[in-house]
């Protein structure tokens, strides 16, 4: 068995080498984001250098976060640079410790970080994510929905009724650029009412300058329409809602309350699942890392093998891309498209290995 002595020694110097990889990614993210505030303040006369300086700084870590993977590749793969560079790496192979023994405390460290990253880093980067999207809104004036249009669909006691808005002001209860189609108990097409706004009262919405398209009849237009509706407030205003903004302790019951308002609650449900497996992506980072950096320094090719991670790295990321954008369309489950590059990216690296160990 390994020692502890090594084996701490091992733990300490990866989890120095990630953490200053991360804190280099979120310094340069940081400074991307200042310039292009700055750039963005010239047109509002409420925004200061010292307030774009505090916006980007909350705007930075949900950014970093989706960086963190790549953070702990690059970080891996310096730290095995620096342990073959040092010929500690041909020591330790020399008094008979294997690479999976060597591999055992980065990896328990990469997990404990992403472990970490999950439960306190993401929830204070969503809560951080709010609060610059209401000082952006604040000082920039006010935004149509960023996350694209809304999509409701209710069911009360005179029909059913699909609801259908560009934008919204205020807490997402007055909503803007409107058209609802309204069907009758049996499914069938009753009219079209379009509004500029629409406001949600209690048991009703009351769509304002509205224009109801009935079949056969002639366009009529209202100063208001009452139409009735089963959803609360905290239903539709969670309709606006991204996922990149919710904490993790709350992206379930989220989810939950979306599909109870007849939402589709794929992109939060496939967003908490891509958080717990979270500790698996980075584990894979690191057994990727090691593929292309355990050979011995002296023996040349660094620049190759420097090269072959990086390549590695991007593909496993693009096909988590792709395999997200497969489960938000619904072609996947949101489990499997949440775990299955971590899986996918574990089993390729410990099939390298085993390969350049044992042949």
């Known amino acids: 068995m390994i020692g502890r002595t090594l084996s701490l020694y091992l733990a300490s110097r990866f989890a120095r080498t990630v953490l200053a990889a991360f804190g280099f990614v979120f310094a340069l993210i940081y400074a991307v984001d200042l310039v292009e505030m700055l750039r963005r303040s010239g047109d509002a006369p409420k925004a200061t250098a010292t307030l774009m300086a505090a916006l980007s700084f909350l705007r930075t870590p949900t950014v970093a976060e989706q960086a963190l993977p790549f953070a702990v590749l690059f970080g891996s793969m310096i730290a095995f640079l620096n342990l073959s560079r040092k010929l500690e790496l041909v020591v330790a192979r020399a008094a008979g410790v294997s690479v999976w023994q060597i591999l055992a405390p980065p990896i328990a460290v990469i997990v404990l970080i992403g472990v970490v990253s999950v439960v306190a880093y993401n929830p204070a980067s969503a809560w951080m994510k709010q609060r610059s999207d209401q000082i952006e809104n604040s000082v920039f004036g006010g935004r149509s929905n960023p996350w694209g249009d809304l999509w409701l669909r209710q069911k009360s006691v005179d029909g059913q009724a699909i609801v259908h808005a560009r934008g919204k002001e205020e807490d997402g209860t007055r909503l803007k650029d409107i058209e609802v189609f309204n069907f009758d108990d049996r499914g069938n097409f009753v009219e079209r009412v379009d509004a500029a706004s629409a406001d949600l009262h209690d048991g009703y919405w009351a769509l304002h300058d509205a224009k109801v398209v009935t079949p056969g009849f002639e366009t009529l237009p209202v100063s208001t329409y009452l139409l009735a509706s089963s959803l609360n407030r905290s239903e539709v205003a969670q309709a606006f809602v991204a996922p990149e903004t919710v904490s993790f302790w709350s992206l379930p019951g989220l989810a939950n309350q979306t599909a109870k308002a007849g939402l589709d609650p794929t992109a939060y449900q496939l967003k908490f699942q891509e958080l717990l497996a979270r500790p698996v992506l980075l584990a894979a980072m690191v057994l990727v890392a090691a593929c292309f950096s355990l050979r011995f320094f002296r023996?040349?090719?660094?620049?190759?093998?420097?090269?072959?991670?990086?390549?590695?790295?991007?593909?496993?990321?693009?096909?988590?891309?792709?395999?997200?954008?497969?489960?938000?369309?619904?072609?996947?489950?949101?489990?499997?498209a949440g775990w299955s590059p971590g899986l996918v990216g574990c089993l390729f690296g410990v099939y390298v290995l085993l390969h350049q160990e044992d042949g």
Do not use: Q, R, W
């Open 299 to 336: 023996m040349g090719g660094v620049e190759i093998m420097v090269s072959g991670g990086v390549a590695a790295g991007f593909v496993l990321y693009v096909a988590t891309k792709v395999i997200n954008d497969l489960g938000e369309a619904g072609f996947m489950s949101a489990v499997a």
